[in-house]
């Protein structure tokens, strides 16, 4: 069976149950071959669509030529035709016109009504010899049911082309208007023109848009639908086609029932097709709509007024809005105690009743849900209330705009309150935005129950459709509230449009508003602290004077350092001066400023206990090496170039910072070793009082050498080499005896700062004694071995080589021996 589209469901039911309580009434009229009288004219539907009158039974033409006809084609015509055929006829465009004309649509009417009366009559006689026991559908029922639809479908052809017809006079008179409007004048208006008329024509021209905007819409869809049902007529005739291939004379009612299918795919193509030539007829009057209603916005635009005595009718309008809404408010006030009065009375009832019904439950429910709607509706009508004097302003604040009475600065400084009022709108929209769904689903949940009930418990159903009612006149009152914020924030936004239309500003205008929008962004208040404002200015002043603070303390302080050698402060305690008039500068550059931003140092009393907690667990290593570094430039144990050994390490100390110390080795290596290393380990400071150092040269000499000569070379050759000091003199010892030499060692003083110069004067002794031994021809022991061999018997000695001696001849010498 043909599957009937969801929007002619309801109206195909109805005709099919019509139709079977008109048959009774034509049980005695003649079955086949009987000439039906044309006074007798068959009922009509219960619906708009013209009565049809009964033909003649003999000019009903037969099922299959109705499949194969056209709409304004005789059968004759239609009979040389086949389904293929059909289907381009119905699918041109140029032929629409021609197909659902009234006359074409009557016609095809007349056919449809005639040849359902045949299908009725013989469905009756088939159930009545059939006896009615069969519940599948017959063939002739299936024809009825098509038959049926097709009527219905073509009565919608009917009034699509009425629709048409009106559509083209409109656009007819609206492109007259738009001709009209070409000269520059509006109909039954005069200029100048009102600034109302004006905000009446921008609302048009928004409204205007959004049906544009439907429209469009309404087209696409249509043409999809339209899309759908010439693949629906396709597949049709495709069916049609292959019944007809295998047709036999049983199944002459297939072949008869595709034919009614195709059919009526037919006339849905034809009606989707109306329906898209519908949807682009009210795209077009959309489109001209649009156009006038800006052609008189723009012939408007140029004679606009706005005068005293405008403002005062709307400042008026505006009164009589507040004292209608008061007394609403007044109205609501008295039924809303009414109400509280009667949900009291029941919800005392409820509770002193031991077992409460679901009559009292419901009752309970439905006077809180009215009571909650008087209190709703009250609460919206304060709120609009409250908007009212915001809306008297804006008016008033555009005739000051459009008689250029306001100040530049009042205009922006209105702009920002008019955003923020818009913002507090939007949101206020969206919170009755869900307070509507919540309501519907209330709505939804109060209908089912109903529906449950059915009609078994009036006293429950009154009840729950007294919520109901309730429930839908809260969907009314936030509905209405949403309209009205609507008009409240077009309102607003025409202030604001008002002021941002306005022509451009000049050169001295921009930089007069660059420099209030800076001060208002210097002036931001970040923070509120013991109140005391913390703004974006102090915040960016007090980092600046920090830089700044911070490159004149360590200015200062290296000038500082740079000036005290010259004035007789030695280096090292100029360098610690330098570093402590760093810090001490940094502190108080710091509080400067934390002074200046006007945060209190008594903020810094629980944060320095934090400090002092967090910090020190988290954090000891790095204050202990601050904190030792403090006091080795306070106490100076070690200074400044001053040459020490940490952990086996001998280096120059080059500086002394707030958390470690910087060595630099004799290899030119620097080496970071923390400050509470000089304080907790052992330190070698080799130059702490002053920079003279006693160092020593160990060498060997053979066993056998003069050792008078030794220590008298070794004496002389320190005292000669230059950095050697005179006082105290070179002192040699004699060590002792060692496993290959002599062991002595020199002695001697050198003045030196680094390990640079110490290594150089000990390599020149070294010289002065290696070439003064070579002379005295003294030698300097190198490690010796002695080798003792204990044998029984002489050793064997072999020479083996070309030119070696023969066997014969060690015999020899061994025989000698």
Known sequence: MYKVLSFTEAKTLAMTEFYRRLLPCLCAVSLVGTQLPEANAAPTEPNQFATQQLAPASNVPHLKDIGQSEAGLSPSATSSRDAANSVSLVSAEDDLAAETSSAVLEN????????????????????????????????????????KQIDVVIAQQQSATSSNEDHDAQVASLKQLLTRLADGKIEDRTPPYSIVYQDGLKESVRNANTRLLSAESSVVSARDAAETAKLELDDRAKTLRQRKETSTPATESEIQIAELEQ??????????????????????????????????????GDHIVFTREMLEQKLDDFDLREIELKQQVARLKNELHFAERRWMAARQETDSTPNAGPELTERV?????????????????????????????????????VTNQAERKERQAWVEETEQQIEQIERDRRARQFKLDELRVNQSNVEAKIDAINGSNPAVRRWLESKRDSLAK???????????????????????????????RSVSEIIEDTWDQTQRVWNYELANIEDTSLTVGKVCSSVLLLFIGFMLARWFSALLGRRLPKWGVEEAAAHAIESLTFYAL??????????????????????GGAVAIGVGFGSQNILNNFISGLILLAERPIKVGDLVSVDGTLGNVTTIGARSTQIRTGENQDIIVPNSKFLENNVTNLTRRDDRLRTSVTIGVAYGSNLDSVLRLLARAAS?????????????????????????????????????????????????????FREAEIVIAFPQRDLHIQASRPIDLRLIGSNGPSQRDLDSIGDAA
Not at 368 to 390: C, D, E, F, G, Y
Not at 738 to 750: P, Y
């Open 365 to 401: 429910d439905s006077l809180k849900v009215a009571q909650m709607t008087l209190q709703n509706h009250s609460s919206l009508i304060n709120q609009q209330l409250q908007r009212i004097p915001i809306l008297k302003k804006a008016w008033e604040r555009r005739f000051l705009v």
């Open 586 to 607: 940094l502190i108080t550059l710091g509080l400067t400023a934390l002074r200046y931003a006007n945060v209190p140092l008594t903020v810094f009393t629980f944060l």
């Open 108 to 147: 095809k009417q007349e056919e449809v009504a005639a040849e359902l009366r045949v299908a009725m009559l013989q469905e009756k006689q088939e159930a009545e010899s059939s006896g009615n026991d069969n519940d599948q559908p017959s063939a002739d029922s299936s024809r009825v049911d098509l038959l």
């Open 720 to 772: 000669e080499q230059s950095g050697v000091l005179e006082r105290p003199k070179p002192m040699v010892w004699f060590n002792d005896f060692g496993d290959n030499a002599l062991v002595f060692q020199v002695h001697f003083w050198i003045q030196a700062k680094n390990v640079t110069q110490m290594r150089m004067i000990e390599t020149g002794v070294r010289l002065k004694i290696d070439s003064m």
């Open 263 to 300: 059919k009526l795919a037919e006339e849905m193509l034809v009606l989707r097709r109306q329906e898209l030539s519908i949807a682009e007829a009210n795209q077009s009057i959309a489109k001209l709509q649009l156009e006038i209603e800006e052609k008189k916005l723009v012939i408007v």
């Open 474 to 504: 809260q969907v009314e009152v936030y509905n209405s509230s949403v309209i009205s914020l609507d008009n409240a924030e077009r309102t607003l936004q025409r202030l604001k449009n008002q002021i941002d239309g306005e022509p451009g």
